[in-house]
């Protein structure tokens, strides 16, 4: 069986990390890496600088070479938005692939949630998980209405962004993965 690198994709707010924690609770080959939780380990108190920043994508692609390489799932809690990171880790397992028997198979988990339901959840959340309405709405508004989901395969491609085609208001499990 193929091992996964499994990237969530959506809003703050959208369920990515509690789809995360579910299914790494049902399934042991499988653990969770998650930026911010790497930033709240670092620093308890909110403090990106460039140097932090740098020395969380260290800390996190440190980890998840080391699951894979020890024969585990990962799943990457992260909105993903940015095409520049998706890039990365499609880069990153194209590398490692390439000395590799058992190949790593990257999916996609694409979580469909409007911006006012995630909006509504961040304002139940306790303050010190709020990610603020504003900021929901500049990724949304930044990344989230150009994502064409018609790309979403189980195959790696790195033709995902179109800026010409919005969301499907429901999206099937072909929309999910790639």
Known sequence: MKQKLILTVGLPKSGKSTWARNKAECNPDYIIVCRNDIRQMLSPVPNFTNTRESLVTVIETTAVRSALGKNLNVIIDSHHMNPKIIDKWLN??????????????????????????????????????????????SIYNKYFHTVNTNSFTKVIDKTWWNNNNPLPDNPTEKDMVW
């Open 92 to 137: 990153f397992v194209e590398k490692e692939n390439q000395d590799r028997e058992n190949k790593i198979e990257v999916e996609t988990m694409y979580f469909n949630t409007s911006v006012e339901e995630c909006i509504r959840r961040d304002e139940n959340s306790p303050e010190h998980l709020q990610t603020g309405s504003e900021l929901i709405r």
